[in-house]
Structures are given as structure tokens and as C-alpha cells.
């Protein structure tokens, strides 16, 4: 007989956190709290195995809070690190636990809080156990996201849904996963703690299944927005209403699972990246100081803003349209980064080591791994799985910035390019999202 426990207690920071993405050095301490940030974690035990589906409204998360959460979780209930899953929404306007360089600075005494009212979901998850029934199925949303890389680029329209209900047919929890940059309020109000569109959909899931709580795994979205005149006061509610309408449908008369199961498996993928070369980093440094130095603002999105921001405009605005400010903040940036890749410039290893992981719910898999996923490789892992109920988790037990394709790598793109430096890393090459792939099927095959 399967049981299951849903729980979830508040992440909304305290008085002076920063909130993370949006903007290099902008120090954007909240201001108000539009809606509350969640800590929500699903236990499912199938009698000799049990697993845990952990989903928190921050930015990021890095491998320390993982280990540090799974510690104190594994510490109260037994179930083994590698069965507990940390995913993240990727809201904007959520604080990151394991930052990113210039883009929000971390708060260590929230970071420890953090994980301890994530713990603390999970441990009364667990507690919460009852029978239960599951069911899971899977829709589409085509048409209200679009690849921001490339002009018709591939984009995952699938909305995976699993619903936990009571034995009596009551359902406590469900469960949606969908791929696409949850920035549908950030730019208009950037200064607010909100959940953004992950937190709308749960929303509106709650309010159509009283009792329910709702959880948002965010997929593949490295290269997805939803479509950019979503993002206005008036309309900003649309894609949110439209997923949760599709997820609910999905579930509306659901096939009984064939499978009653609960399975984990996790192993580090070894990512292949190459090493910055002395030239690119002295470019970058020599500029910066010129800048600096000078107070100099011509021609900088040609040069040391070429790859710095999906959209130059953007920048300038976020500092008050103060072009001097933006420009003086990006080479601040330069000047940061290249003192931390010097350190071990020649020492450290030319891969990445990241972990991966796969649980299975019944008939559903998730598959997960810490990276801004592009959508190519979440597809081939669809198309070479054969798991029809497959939710695919990013943002997942750390964080190792984008996971670009060939074409953004050969573009020295802001996800290719820039993304490495903020993250303190070696740039991947064209090998390391095929690795990660045939990593994360492997975790999959060893949950069947």
C-alpha cells in the first residue's frame, strides 16, 4: 500500500535579504512582500521505499544547502540523501541560498534558515503520511512560450501533473512541472518577494481543489520565456490561468497507476568544460580597468556588454537609466570575476562534477540535475526514456548555471558565455550537455 505526506512552511526572507538575478549590482533589498515564498515536500513510501520531492521558491540553491538540508532531513526520518529531491521555482524575486556573483549577495544567517524550514517541510511531510492513491498524466501548452535564443528554436510544451489523494478520494497534493522562465512580474515589480507565475499556478490549483496543496517543478527553461506581452499589469495572470486550466484537465479522469513503486537513484555527472584562456581574461580586465579608470560608457555593448545581458536596454533601465552606472557595474563584474578564476587558473580540473537524479512515483519519473536546462537536451531525454509521465526538474541540489547547446556555445552567448563567469567555472563545450543527458537516462534506468 503506498502512502504519502505533503507539508510546507514560509522562506519569505527578512529585513534586508537581497533578491537575486534581474541585474549586476543593483542591491535589490526587497521592498514588500507580494505573496509569500514556500517550502513544500511531498513524501511517497511504497512499504520498503520511501522518497521526497522537495519544492522551494528561491532563485538558486547551492550543492552545500543541499547537503546541509538532506543532513538534517535524513537525520529525523532515515531516507537516504539520495532520495530527497530539492528543486527550485528560479523566481526573480526570491533570494538564492549559494549565490551568483554581482547579481545578488547572499545572506548566510537566511541561507541557514532556509534550509532548516526546508527540513523542516519534509520532516513533517513525513510525519503527515497516510494511504494513498496517486495518479498522473500529461497535457500540452502550445503557443505562450517561445525559444529566446533562435528564431522558431525548440521549446517543451509538456505539463506533467501528479495528483496524491486520499484513500477516500480526497486529493491532498498536486504536483506540476512545466519549463519556462518565471519572470512574468519581475520587471514591473522588481522589488517585491513573490513566486512569480510557479506561485499563481499553485495558487489557482488550491483554489479549484479545496484542501489541496499545491507544488510548481520548474523544467527546462535555459533557452524559454513565456511570451513577452505577458509581461504587464493587465495580462501578467494569463499564463498562469492557462497552465493550471491544462494541468487540471490532465487530471479530470486519470488511468489508475500500474505501478505502485517508489524508487530513487543519483550519481555525479562529470561534465566536460575547457579552460579560459589567459588572452580572453586579460581582454576582459584590461577593459574593465580602462573603464573604470576613466569613467568611459562609448560603445560597451559591443565589447564588454556583448554577452553580458539577453537585452542591453534592459540593463541601463536597471539602474535608473544611468548608462554610466550600468557600465561602471559590468566592469565592477570583470574586475571580480577575473580575480577568482585566476586563483587556480592552471589547477583547477577542466570538467564539472554535478549531481543527477531520478525519483519514481508509481508510473511518474522525475529526472533532475542543477543546471539552466535547454530545451534540446530535455527533449532527447523524452524522446530516448520511452517514460510516457516524465517530469523533467532543473534548478535541482545545486546550481552550475546554464547548460547550453552547440549553437549558443559557438554564439559565445550570455547563456554559453557569460553564464560560466557568474558561476565561477569553465565554459562547457558542445560534449557536456550530451553527458548530462546520458547521465540523467542512466539514473532513470536504474529507478525502473
Known amino acids: 500500500m503506498l502512502t504519502a505526506g ?6 519569505t526572507p527578512f529585513w534586508g535579504v537581497e533578491l537575486t538575478g534581474w541585474g549586476y549590482y543593483i542591491e535589490r533589498r526587497w521592498q514588500r512582500v507580494h505573496d509569500d515564498l514556500n517550502a513544500t515536500a511531498l513524501v511517497v513510501d511504497d512499504g520498503q521505499c520511501q522518497a521526497i520531492l522537495l519544492t522551494l521558491d528561491l532563485m538558486v540553491i547551492d550543492a552545500a544547502f543541499t547537503r546541509l538540508t538532506r543532513e538534517r532531513i535524513t537525520h529525523e526520518t532515515g531516507i537516504p540523501p539520495e532520495a530527497i529531491l530539492l528543486t527550485c521555482s528560479h523566481s526573480h524575486n526570491a533570494p538564492a541560498a549559494g549565490g551568483l556573483l554581482g547579481v545578488g549577495e547572499c545572506d548566510p544567517v537566511y541561507e541557514d534558515w532556509a534550509s532548516r524550514q526546508a527540513a523542516t517541510a519534509a520532516i513533517l511531510a513525513w510525519k503527515n503520511r497516510q494511504p494513498a492513491i496517486l495518479s498522473t498524466s500529461h497535457g500540452e501548452l ?15 510544451r509538456s505539463v506533467t501533473t501528479l495528483k496524491v489523494s486520499a484513500q477516500e478520494g480526497t486529493p491532498i497534493a498536486f504536483v506540476v512541472n512545466f519549463g519556462a522562465h518565471p519572470t512574468v512580474t519581475t520587471d514591473w515589480r522588481p522589488f517585491d518577494v513573490s513566486r512569480d507565475l510557479p506561485g499563481e499556478v499553485c495558487d489557482l490549483i488550491e483554489q479549484s481543489l ?10 527546462a527553461c535555459g533557452d524559454v520565456n513565456f511570451l513577452r506581452e505577458y509581461i504587464d499589469e493587465l495580462r501578467h495572470h494569463e499564463p498562469a490561468r492557462l497552465i493550471a486550466s491544462v494541468a487540471l484537465e490532465t487530471q479530470f479522469d486519470p488511468a489508475p497507476m500500474h505501478s505502485r513503486q517508489v524508487s530513487f537513484a543519483s550519481e555525479i555527472a562529470r561534465l566536460p568544460t575547457r579552460r579560459w584562456s589567459r588572452e580572453e581574461i586579460q581582454r576582459d580586465r584590461d577593459e574593465a580597468e580602462q573603464r573604470i579608470r576613466t569613467r568611459e560608457a562609448s560603445n560597451w555593448r ?30 565592477r563584474f570583470h574586475i571580480e570575476w577575473t580575480d577568482k578564476i585566476l586563483a587556480d587558473l592552471e589547477t583547477r580540473p577542466e570538467f564539472l562534477e554535478t549531481e543527477v537524479q531520478s525519483l519514481r512515483f508509481g508510473d511518474l ?3 533532475s540535475n542543477s543546471s539552466e536546462f535547454f530545451t534540446p537536451f530535455a527533449l532527447d531525454i523524452r524522446r530516448q526514456s520511452h517514460v510516457p509521465e516524465l517530469m523533467i ?17 559557438q554564439a559565445l552567448s550570455y547563456a554559453g558565455y557569460q553564464s560560466p563567469k ?17 547521465a540523467m537516462l542512466r539514473t532513470l534506468e536504474r529507478c525502473r
Open 6 to 11: 505533503v507539508a510546507r512552511t514560509c522562506l
Open 142 to 156: 502550445v503557443g505562450h512560450s517561445f525559444n529566446r535564443t533562435r528564431p522558431g528554436g525548440l521549446i517543451d
Open 210 to 219: 479545496p484542501g489541496v496543496i499545491a507544488m510548481y517543478v520548474q523544467g
Open 302 to 331: 559591443e565589447t564588454i556588454g556583448r554577452s553580458m545581458t539577453n537585452r542591453p536596454d534592459d540593463m541601463v533601465n536597471r539602474h535608473g537609466g544611468d548608462e554610466v552606472k550600468a557600465v561602471m557595474a559590468m566592469a
Open 365 to 367: 519519473y522525475i529526472t
Open 393 to 409: 526538474a532543473c534548478y535541482s541540489n545545486g546550481r552550475i548555471g546554464y547548460l547550453p547547446d552547440a549553437h549558443d556555445i
Open 422 to 438: 557568474y558561476c565561477n567555472q569553465f565554459p562547457f563545450t558542445e560534449e557536456s550537455g550530451p553527458e548530462m543527458c546520458a
